[in-house]
Protein backbone atom coordinates (compact mmCIF):
# COMPACT_ATOMS: atom_id res chain seq x y z
CA UNK A 1 0.00 0.00 0.00
CA UNK A 2 1.48 3.65 -0.88
CA UNK A 3 2.14 5.46 2.17
CA UNK A 4 1.49 9.27 2.50
CA UNK A 5 4.75 11.33 2.20
CA UNK A 6 4.88 14.82 3.99
CA UNK A 7 5.82 18.34 2.32
CA UNK A 8 8.29 19.91 4.16
CA UNK A 9 6.45 23.49 4.08
CA UNK A 10 3.73 21.48 5.82
CA UNK A 11 2.79 18.76 8.22
CA UNK A 12 -0.66 17.67 6.27
CA UNK A 13 -0.01 14.45 3.98
CA UNK A 14 0.31 14.44 0.47
CA UNK A 15 -0.72 10.84 -1.23
CA UNK A 16 1.69 9.45 -3.71
CA UNK A 17 -0.33 9.53 -7.63
CA UNK A 18 1.31 6.45 -8.95
CA UNK A 19 -1.52 6.19 -12.22
CA UNK A 20 0.04 10.10 -13.09
CA UNK A 21 3.19 8.43 -13.20
CA UNK A 22 2.42 5.64 -15.26
CA UNK A 23 0.14 7.86 -17.35
CA UNK A 24 3.39 10.00 -17.80
CA UNK A 25 5.56 7.14 -18.46
CA UNK A 26 3.31 6.03 -21.26
CA UNK A 27 3.42 9.33 -22.80
CA UNK A 28 7.04 9.33 -23.00
CA UNK A 29 7.04 5.97 -24.67
CA UNK A 30 4.77 6.41 -27.64
CA UNK A 31 5.66 2.72 -29.91
CA UNK A 32 4.45 1.04 -26.68
CA UNK A 33 1.35 3.12 -26.17
CA UNK A 34 0.33 2.38 -29.66
CA UNK A 35 1.51 -1.22 -29.70
CA UNK A 36 -0.99 -1.82 -26.69
CA UNK A 37 -3.70 0.75 -28.74
CA UNK A 38 -3.51 -2.08 -31.53
CA UNK A 39 -3.73 -5.37 -29.48
CA UNK A 40 -6.51 -3.41 -27.46
CA UNK A 41 -8.22 -2.64 -30.79
CA UNK A 42 -7.86 -5.63 -32.60
CA UNK A 43 -10.13 -7.64 -29.43
CA UNK A 44 -13.10 -4.81 -30.10
CA UNK A 45 -13.13 -4.48 -33.55
CA UNK A 46 -13.06 -8.51 -34.39
CA UNK A 47 -15.69 -9.10 -31.51
CA UNK A 48 -18.01 -6.10 -32.94
CA UNK A 49 -16.97 -5.28 -36.14
CA UNK A 50 -16.15 -1.39 -37.30
CA UNK A 51 -19.99 -0.46 -36.65
CA UNK A 52 -20.23 -2.10 -32.98
CA UNK A 53 -16.97 -1.14 -31.90
CA UNK A 54 -16.51 1.74 -29.75
CA UNK A 55 -12.93 4.35 -29.02
CA UNK A 56 -14.10 4.88 -25.28
CA UNK A 57 -13.98 1.14 -24.49
CA UNK A 58 -10.87 0.66 -26.42
CA UNK A 59 -9.23 4.02 -23.92
CA UNK A 60 -10.18 3.15 -21.29
CA UNK A 61 -8.90 -0.57 -21.69
CA UNK A 62 -5.41 1.08 -22.48
CA UNK A 63 -5.38 3.95 -20.31
CA UNK A 64 -5.17 6.74 -22.74
CA UNK A 65 -7.76 8.93 -24.28
CA UNK A 66 -10.03 8.99 -27.34
CA UNK A 67 -7.91 12.23 -27.86
CA UNK A 68 -4.48 10.38 -28.03
CA UNK A 69 -5.52 7.71 -29.93
CA UNK A 70 -7.58 9.82 -32.74
CA UNK A 71 -3.85 11.71 -32.57
CA UNK A 72 -1.86 8.32 -33.50
CA UNK A 73 -4.52 7.48 -35.98
CA UNK A 74 -6.86 9.93 -37.12
CA UNK A 75 -10.00 8.38 -36.59
CA UNK A 76 -12.13 5.60 -36.17
CA UNK A 77 -11.48 4.05 -39.25
CA UNK A 78 -7.80 4.83 -39.36
CA UNK A 79 -7.43 2.92 -36.46
CA UNK A 80 -9.20 -0.06 -37.66
CA UNK A 81 -7.52 0.29 -41.04
CA UNK A 82 -4.05 0.29 -38.69
CA UNK A 83 -5.61 -3.41 -37.36
CA UNK A 84 -6.45 -4.50 -40.46
CA UNK A 85 -2.73 -3.89 -41.43
CA UNK A 86 -1.11 -5.19 -38.44
CA UNK A 87 -3.04 -8.53 -38.58
CA UNK A 88 -1.99 -9.16 -42.33
CA UNK A 89 1.61 -8.01 -41.68
CA UNK A 90 1.80 -10.64 -38.92
CA UNK A 91 0.63 -13.69 -40.47
CA UNK A 92 2.96 -12.55 -43.88
CA UNK A 93 6.16 -12.23 -41.49
CA UNK A 94 5.60 -15.51 -40.14
CA UNK A 95 4.66 -17.39 -42.84
CA UNK A 96 7.83 -15.76 -44.65
CA UNK A 97 9.98 -17.84 -41.91
CA UNK A 98 8.90 -20.69 -43.10
CA UNK A 99 11.31 -20.54 -45.74
CA UNK A 100 9.75 -22.40 -48.53
CA UNK A 101 12.68 -21.98 -50.79
CA UNK A 102 15.02 -24.11 -49.21
CA UNK A 103 12.59 -27.31 -48.73
CA UNK A 104 11.57 -29.90 -51.42
CA UNK A 105 8.33 -28.86 -53.27
CA UNK A 106 5.83 -31.53 -51.54
CA UNK A 107 7.35 -30.75 -48.12
CA UNK A 108 7.27 -27.28 -49.13
CA UNK A 109 3.21 -27.26 -49.91
CA UNK A 110 2.83 -29.04 -47.07
CA UNK A 111 4.28 -26.95 -44.43
CA UNK A 112 2.01 -23.83 -46.04
CA UNK A 113 -1.12 -25.80 -45.87
CA UNK A 114 -0.22 -27.15 -42.11
CA UNK A 115 1.51 -23.23 -41.16
CA UNK A 116 -2.10 -21.95 -42.25
CA UNK A 117 -4.23 -24.49 -40.59
CA UNK A 118 -2.21 -23.47 -37.38
CA UNK A 119 -2.31 -20.25 -37.96
CA UNK A 120 -5.76 -19.60 -38.29
CA UNK A 121 -6.36 -21.90 -35.62
CA UNK A 122 -3.99 -19.77 -32.92
CA UNK A 123 -5.38 -16.37 -34.26
CA UNK A 124 -9.31 -16.40 -34.05
CA UNK A 125 -9.79 -12.68 -33.98
CA UNK A 126 -7.82 -12.54 -37.24
CA UNK A 127 -10.66 -14.54 -38.66
CA UNK A 128 -13.16 -12.75 -37.37
CA UNK A 129 -11.89 -9.32 -38.68
CA UNK A 130 -11.56 -10.88 -41.90
CA UNK A 131 -14.89 -11.85 -41.88
CA UNK A 132 -15.72 -8.37 -40.77
CA UNK A 133 -13.80 -6.87 -43.48
CA UNK A 134 -16.12 -8.82 -45.75
CA UNK A 135 -18.97 -7.54 -43.92
CA UNK A 136 -17.90 -4.37 -45.21
CA UNK A 137 -17.31 -5.69 -48.36
CA UNK A 138 -13.28 -4.76 -48.72
CA UNK A 139 -14.30 -0.88 -48.48
CA UNK A 140 -11.30 -0.41 -46.05
CA UNK A 141 -8.90 -3.35 -47.31
CA UNK A 142 -9.35 -1.91 -51.02
CA UNK A 143 -7.79 1.44 -49.59
CA UNK A 144 -4.77 -0.35 -47.78
CA UNK A 145 -1.52 -0.99 -50.66
CA UNK A 146 0.40 -2.05 -47.64
CA UNK A 147 -2.15 -5.08 -47.29
CA UNK A 148 -2.18 -5.49 -50.74
CA UNK A 149 2.11 -5.64 -51.08
CA UNK A 150 2.01 -7.85 -48.50
CA UNK A 151 0.47 -10.40 -50.05
CA UNK A 152 2.17 -10.35 -53.47
CA UNK A 153 5.28 -12.29 -51.82
CA UNK A 154 2.69 -14.81 -50.77
CA UNK A 155 1.31 -15.43 -54.30
CA UNK A 156 5.06 -15.67 -55.00
CA UNK A 157 6.42 -17.87 -52.81
CA UNK A 158 3.13 -20.27 -53.93
CA UNK A 159 4.07 -19.94 -57.45
CA UNK A 160 8.07 -20.72 -56.84
CA UNK A 161 7.13 -23.66 -55.51
CA UNK A 162 4.42 -24.71 -57.74
CA UNK A 163 6.78 -24.11 -61.00
CA UNK A 164 9.55 -25.80 -58.81
CA UNK A 165 7.22 -28.86 -58.58
CA UNK A 166 6.15 -29.15 -62.29
CA UNK A 167 9.90 -29.05 -63.24
CA UNK A 168 10.34 -31.92 -60.87
CA UNK A 169 7.42 -33.85 -62.35
CA UNK A 170 5.76 -33.90 -59.14
CA UNK A 171 2.86 -31.48 -60.03
CA UNK A 172 0.71 -31.43 -62.01
CA UNK A 173 0.32 -28.64 -64.82
CA UNK A 174 -2.11 -25.76 -65.91
CA UNK A 175 -3.23 -24.96 -61.98
CA UNK A 176 -2.85 -21.28 -61.17
CA UNK A 177 -0.71 -20.08 -57.98
CA UNK A 178 -3.83 -17.87 -56.52
CA UNK A 179 -6.73 -20.84 -56.93
CA UNK A 180 -4.38 -22.76 -55.15
CA UNK A 181 -3.61 -20.38 -52.09
CA UNK A 182 -7.14 -20.12 -52.16
CA UNK A 183 -7.98 -23.55 -51.45
CA UNK A 184 -5.62 -23.31 -49.19
CA UNK A 185 -7.41 -20.23 -47.89
CA UNK A 186 -10.69 -21.76 -47.81
CA UNK A 187 -10.22 -24.82 -46.16
CA UNK A 188 -8.46 -23.58 -42.95
CA UNK A 189 -10.76 -20.42 -42.52
CA UNK A 190 -13.98 -21.99 -42.62
CA UNK A 191 -12.80 -24.82 -39.93
CA UNK A 192 -12.49 -21.40 -37.48
CA UNK A 193 -15.26 -19.35 -38.83
CA UNK A 194 -18.18 -22.16 -38.79
CA UNK A 195 -16.52 -24.19 -35.80
CA UNK A 196 -18.98 -23.60 -33.61
CA UNK A 197 -22.47 -23.74 -36.03
CA UNK A 198 -21.02 -26.83 -37.76
CA UNK A 199 -19.86 -28.10 -33.69
CA UNK A 200 -23.50 -27.75 -32.79
CA UNK A 201 -24.77 -29.32 -35.68
CA UNK A 202 -22.73 -32.39 -36.39
CA UNK A 203 -22.00 -32.93 -32.28
CA UNK A 204 -17.95 -32.34 -33.11
CA UNK A 205 -17.26 -30.23 -30.07
CA UNK A 206 -15.99 -32.83 -27.69
CA UNK A 207 -13.12 -33.79 -28.65
CA UNK A 208 -11.93 -30.58 -30.21
CA UNK A 209 -8.41 -31.23 -29.86
CA UNK A 210 -8.38 -34.25 -31.60
CA UNK A 211 -10.93 -33.26 -34.35
CA UNK A 212 -8.28 -30.33 -35.33
CA UNK A 213 -5.08 -32.77 -35.38
CA UNK A 214 -6.85 -35.24 -37.51
CA UNK A 215 -8.86 -32.23 -39.69
CA UNK A 216 -5.83 -30.48 -39.98
CA UNK A 217 -3.77 -33.55 -41.79
CA UNK A 218 -6.91 -34.10 -43.75
CA UNK A 219 -6.83 -30.82 -45.26
CA UNK A 220 -3.42 -30.75 -46.22
CA UNK A 221 -4.11 -34.50 -47.54
CA UNK A 222 -7.11 -32.73 -49.95
CA UNK A 223 -4.16 -29.99 -51.52
CA UNK A 224 -1.82 -32.30 -51.94
CA UNK A 225 -3.67 -34.84 -54.19
CA UNK A 226 -4.96 -31.23 -55.65
CA UNK A 227 -1.41 -30.66 -56.64
CA UNK A 228 0.27 -33.44 -57.11
CA UNK A 229 0.36 -35.89 -60.43
Same mark, same amino acid.
Given at each position: ?13 ? +?? /? ?6 ? *???? @??? &? ?77 ? +?? /? ?6 ? *???? @??? &? ?91 ? @? ?8
Amino acid at each position: MNQPVHSAKSSKPV +AK /VPAKVATT *SRTN @DPA &RTMADILRVATEEFADKGLSGARIDAIAEATHTSKRMIYYYYGSKEGLYLAVLEESYRKMRSIEAELRLENLEPEAALR +AL /VEFTFDHH *SGNE @DYI &RLVMNENIERGTYLAQSKTIQELNVPAIRAIQSLYERGVKKGVFRTGLDPVDIHASISALTFFNVSNQHTFGLIFKTGKNRALNAAVRRNSIA @DMVMRFVLK
